[in-house]
């Protein structure tokens, strides 16, 4: 069964919008937690490392203020899109990792959440 | 330098038959993982076989085989017996050191199970 689960699957909402989407280790804590975003036909693109207790690590060009995120549990990430505007439109998809971060570990994905902003 | 190198974009294989899909990867750490993934057309990320570099022998998890060759630095999947519910997006990816956390994902190879 699903090891991380992701909500909500799917969002539709009106430009200046702004969208949480939550990201829950079920049966192990994880420290870290990964967010990615995926265009269409194209591989992940990391965007930020959520860390439990402190500040995410965000990939150059993420913007900080647009895409905020908070680790307050060592089972719970979110990722909110503020203000978000059509070109924010994408698939956002959230992983884990389980353990303390043993290189054989695999990444947990959760199921992914399309966004689409009219 | 990429990371990872998945050199096929799209692949076509015949129900029943087996497939290879490519993959390179470029590091200097001594330990590192290497991890295969399925995506299909509904997006989540199916975790399908991972191979260590310590891993003398080749991975194996049912119908999912990889052929480690570490002096070529090359991590292929090989997939058995093709079900037309393999069609799917198939990324490889490297994480790199003991403690390492960052992944690092291929462009990934689109694989069509023809009947």
């Known amino acids: 069964g699903a090891v991380v689960s992701q909500h909500p699957s799917r969002v539709i909402c009106k430009s200046g919008t702004s969208v949480k989407i939550e990201c829950r280790s079920l049966d192990f804590q994880a420290t870290t937690m990964f967010w990615y975003r995926q265009f269409p036909k194209q591989s992940l693109m990391l965007m930020a490392t959520s860390n439990e207790g402190s500040k995410a690590t965000y990939e150059q060009g993420v913007e900080k203020d647009k895409f905020l995120i908070n680790h307050a549990s060592l089972t719970l990430s979110t990722l909110t899109v503020t203000s978000a505007h059509p070109e924010d439109s994408s698939f956002y998809i959230c992983?884990?990792?389980?353990?303390?971060?043993?290189?054989?570990?695999?990444?947990?994905f959760g199921d992914g959440t399309r966004l689409s902003i009219l | 330098a990429q990371k990872i190198t998945q050199t096929q974009p799209g692949m076509f294989v015949q129900e029943k038959e087996a497939v290879t899909l490519d993959c390179t990867y470029d590091t200097s750490d001594q330990s590192y993982g290497l991890f295969w993934y399925k995506q299909p057309s509904s997006g989540e990320m199916i975790f399908l076989i991972y191979q260590g570099s310590y891993d003398e022998q080749n991975a194996t998890e049912g119908r999912y085989s990889l052929n480690f060759q570490k002096a070529r630095k090359s991590a292929n999947l090989v997939i058995s017996a093709s079900q037309l519910g393999d069609s799917a997006m198939y990324f490889c990816?490297?994480?790199?050191?003991?403690?390492?956390?960052?992944?690092?994902f291929g462009t990934g190879t689109s694989l069509t199970v023809i009947p």
């Open positions: 992983s884990a990792i389980r353990g303390a971060g043993d290189s054989n570990q695999p990444q947990h």
């Open positions: 990816a490297m994480r790199e050191g003991l403690k390492g956390n960052q992944f690092y």
